[in-house]
Structure formats: structure tokens, C-alpha cells
């Protein structure tokens, strides 16, 4: 089965940065396709980033786009989300998600239905 494990969660001031991994394993394809999700306190939950590990495509929220990025390292079946200048919206529970089939377009790859793995989520509070 596949199995998502998400760390690098933990609590930062307004402005301050973290970063989060996605570690990765049963299955045995090398490639993949990845989001981010965040479900904030009260709130649903919402795409945040996506990543096309064969052509290294990435794909953002506008809420995060120019302080948050998307990575991947193929050989350690990992992959990254390096949040910076952190605000205190950006509150919430992060999950990593691994699709079945790329999503084909740009929007596709924020929606929930799109993924078929879920990890367990890693809370992020900043203040």
C-alpha cells in the first residue's frame, strides 16, 4: 500500500519559514504526482501546490505562489514544501497527497478529488 508520511510542522512567527517533507513509499514507479493540501480550524480543506515529478512542473495557489515552492528528489521518493515569509492565514494542518494520474490541467492539480493518497497531515501554527 502506498504510504505518505509528512514532518517538518511546528510553530513559527509572522515573516519566518518552514519546511515540510513528504516521504514517500509502496509503490514502484518512479515518477509521481504530488499536491499540498491545508485545512485551517473551521475551514475546508484547499489546494495549495502541486508537482509533476517527471517534468518537474509545479502548480500553485494564488494565495502562496511567490512564498511557497514545491520540490521533489526522486531518489529518496520525497517531497518538499519550503514555506517563507509565513503569514498567520497560513495556519493549519498540511497534507501531502499522491495522485494516480497527473491532473491534465493548471486547476486540477488544487482539487482534492484528483488525489487517491492521503498522509496523516503535520499542523503548522504561525503567530
Known amino acids: 500500500d502506498v504510504q505518505l508520511v509528512e514532518s517538518g510542522g511546528g510553530s513559527v512567527q509572522a515573516g519566518g519559514s518552514l519546511r515540510l517533507s513528504c516521504a514517500a513509499s509502496g509503490y514502484t514507479y518512479s515518477s509521481y504526482c504530488m499536491g499540498w493540501f491545508r485545512q485551517a480550524s473551521g475551514k475546508e480543506r484547499e489546494g495549495v501546490a502541486g508537482?509533476?515529478?517527471?517534468?518537474?512542473?509545479?502548480h500553485y495557489a494564488d494565495s502562496v505562489k511567490g512564498r511557497f515552492t514545491v520540490s521533489c528528489d526522486s531518489a529518496r521518493n520525497t517531497v518538499y514544501l519550503q514555506m517563507d515569509n509565513l503569514k498567520p492565514v497560513d495556519s493549519a494542518v498540511y497534507y501531502c497527497?499522491?495522485?494516480?494520474?497527473?491532473?491534465?490541467?493548471?486547476?486540477?492539480?488544487?482539487?482534492?478529488?484528483?488525489?487517491?493518497?492521503w498522509g496523516q497531515g503535520t499542523q503548522v501554527t504561525v503567530s
Open positions: 508537482i509533476d515529478s517527471d517534468d518537474g512542473s509545479t
Open positions: 497527497a499522491k495522485a494516480l494520474v497527473c491532473p491534465r490541467y493548471g486547476p486540477d492539480w488544487l482539487i482534492q478529488a484528483k488525489y487517491h493518497y
